[in-house]
């Protein structure tokens, strides 16, 4: 999945000579935490959040008030680091965690196309675990050689069982590799009775809906 899966097309944006109360209470409106700041020409030169002008009232001169010649330039952030509509979400996620930001503007040629903020990756890796879906989760170890996946997804299938969800993870031991499943249209007996079958393989954690 591509950032331009996931993004806020045309985001609504600020001028750098623009009043930081005004986009405080356009952000509060709009329910975001950040808004992108562009020239007249709408390359991004800057990004305003909340926290920005909230921390700028608290440092001013005059703590807890924005003078009428206060504008969004004093308070944004700048140079921006931004992301292209074709990056893969997981190196986006991966440039907010490194800059340790929470959204990123989305350029493509010079000018903006849209935002896309931590909450929307959030959102795509639940749904890519399968959270909230009724189904058996199954996490299992198996020797990190060629056609493993290929043999647990198998054993899977005779016996009914669909998967609506997979992602691997690399354990501290080098030659193995962590998979965890979701799967439904099985009862977790049969499913784990299929699966420990397979040489090698190590179950490790169940999880068959139990609220927590």
Same mark, same amino acid.
Request: glycine share 8%.
């Given at each position: 999945?591509l950032?331009r899966?996931?993004?806020?097309?045309?985001p609504?944006?600020?001028?750098?000579e623009?009043?930081p109360?005004?986009?405080?209470?356009l952000m509060?409106a709009r329910?975001?935490?950040?808004?992108?700041v562009?020239d007249e020409d709408n390359h991004?030169?800057g990004?305003?959040t909340?926290?920005?002008?909230?921390?700028f009232?608290?440092?001013s001169?005059?703590?807890?008030?924005?003078k009428?010649?206060?504008r969004?330039?004093?308070m944004m952030?700048? *140079? $921006? =680091?931004?992301?292209?509509?074709?990056?893969p @979400?997981?190196?986006?996620?991966?440039?907010m965690? &490194?800059?340790?930001? +929470?959204?990123l *503007? $989305? =350029?493509?040629e010079g000018q903006?196309?849209g @935002?896309?903020?931590k909450?929307d990756?959030?959102? &795509?890796?639940?749904? +890519?675990?399968?959270?909230?879906?009724?189904?058996?989760r199954?996490t299992i170890q198996v020797?990190d050689?060629?056609?493993?996946?290929?043999?647990v997804? +198998?054993?899977?299938?005779?016996v009914?069982?669909?998967?609506v969800s997979?992602?691997?993870?690399?354990?501290k031991?080098?030659?193995?590799?962590?998979?965890?499943?979701?799967?439904v249209?099985?009862?977790?007996?049969?499913?784990f009775e299929?699966?420990?079958?397979?040489?090698?393989?190590?179950?490790?954690?169940t999880?068959?809906?139990?609220?927590?």
């Amino acid at each position: 999945m591509l950032v331009r899966d996931l993004m806020t097309l045309n985001p609504r944006v600020v001028r750098p000579e623009s009043d930081p109360l005004g986009a405080m209470a356009l952000m509060k409106a709009r329910r975001c935490r950040h808004m992108p700041v562009v020239d007249e020409d709408n390359h991004v030169i800057g990004i305003v959040t909340q926290a920005d002008i909230q921390l700028f009232l608290s440092t001013s001169e005059s703590p807890g008030v924005i003078k009428r010649q206060h504008r969004v330039q004093q308070m944004m952030t700048t *140079p $921006v =680091v931004t992301t292209e509509p074709n990056c893969p @979400i997981e190196e986006a996620a991966h440039k907010m965690i &490194q800059h340790q930001i +929470s959204g990123l *503007p $989305v =350029v493509e040629e010079g000018q903006l196309v849209g @935002i896309i903020t931590k909450t929307d990756i959030f959102k &795509q890796l639940v749904e +890519s675990l399968g959270g909230g879906i009724d189904s058996i989760r199954l996490t299992i170890q198996v020797p990190d050689t060629p056609g493993q996946l290929a043999q647990v997804t +198998s054993r899977i299938a005779k016996v009914g069982g669909n998967i609506v969800s997979v992602i691997t993870a690399r354990p501290k031991d080098p030659e193995r590799i962590n998979m965890t499943f979701r799967v439904v249209g099985v009862k977790a007996d049969q499913l784990f009775e299929a699966v420990k079958q397979q040489p090698g393989l190590k179950i490790l954690y169940t999880w068959t809906g139990e609220e927590c």
